[in-house]
């Protein structure tokens, strides 16, 4: 059975930062990319960050500069690094790992990101 579990959100100041993980379990984790999307309240659901499993990494616009996506294949576990922590990014952030070749895509149960003062 596949399994993300995300940890790491909470509440935190404007300027402030946090990283969340994604330990999986069940799946050959290093045959996997990593995404992390966020949805805010009333919005669609959007992409944040993206690492394939070749490595190649891309941002949305919103967040260059200030969120890192890494990962541990040792641990199976991903990573998003939020610095510079804006109102804006609020929401609630989603871990989605995926294999292309194979059409295959599982979701974490989110975990919520609050920046306020």
């Known amino acids: 059975q596949v399994r993300l579990v995300e940890s790491g959100g909470g509440l935190v100041q404007p300027g402030g930062s946090l990283r969340l993980s994604c330990a999986a379990s069940g799946i050959t984790f290093v045959r996997y990319g990593v995404r992390w999307y966020r949805q805010a309240p009333g919005k669609t659901r959007d992409l944040v960050a993206d690492?394939?499993?070749?490595?190649?990494?891309n941002y949305a616009d919103s967040v260059k500069g200030r969120f890192t996506i890494s990962r541990d294949n040792a641990k199976n576990t991903g990573y998003l690094q939020m610095s510079s922590l804006r109102p804006d990014d609020t929401a609630v952030y989603y871990c989605n790992v995926f294999d292309d070749t194979y059409g295959l895509n599982y979701w974490g149960q989110g975990t919520q990101v609050t920046v306020s003062s």
């Open positions: 690492m394939r499993r070749t490595g190649s990494i």
